[in-house]
């Protein structure tokens, strides 16, 4: 799973160095005819395209639409603190999905420990609890910012991994709730 930060670009490098050969898995937040211009996406194909030089072959990139799962969660009106834990979940079932097309049985992250919401111990794991069959990697979960910082200007992936992009679905949920708020006027 490759958001494109800092710590996706290092996660891939470690297992690199490891001589597994990746297929990256990309979630964005456009809408499927804004995604050829997204900032995101020239992102992540960047920092990938920087890893390709510690690789034999060229990189498998998946591009998620990661807007029609945010978009399915506001329509079911759900709990707003448990936003991270339900987009985690469905970016973890959609990887679990790929990794059974393509004979994959390893998800690797970035995630450090304690970092957002979602990277709990506890957290983490009721989210890798929809991927049964995948053993999930965290290359990254020892180190701390700094280190992973290093790491990424030692391989060159810091610049294009520090460029501001909205990260996070909850800009897109908070723009998806107001466009459909009611204004009256009593």
Known sequence: MYSGGTDSPVALYL??????????????????????????KLKALEGLRLLTRFTKEPITTYLIPHSVVLDAYLDKDLPSKQFCIFCRRMMFRMAGEIGKREGIRVLVTG???????????????????VVP??????????????????????????????????????????????????????
Do not use: W
């Open 111 to 129: 995630e450090v420990l304690g970092e957002k919401a979602s990277q709990t111990p506890e957290n983490m794991r009721v989210i890798e609890k």
């Open 133 to 186: 069959d995948m053993l999930v990697l965290r290359p990254c979960i020892g180190l701390n910012k700094l280190e992973i910082e290093s790491i990424a200007r030692e391989i060159g992936t810091y610049q294009s991994s520090i460029q501001k992009i909205p990260s996070c679905g909850a800009e897109h949920l908070v723009k998806k709730a107001l466009d459909r708020a009611e204004i009256l006027f009593i």
């Open 15 to 40: 297992i690199l160095k490891q001589g597994l050969e990746p297929i990256a898995i990309h979630f964005h937040f456009y809408s499927e005819d804004s995604i050829k211009n997204a900032p995101a």
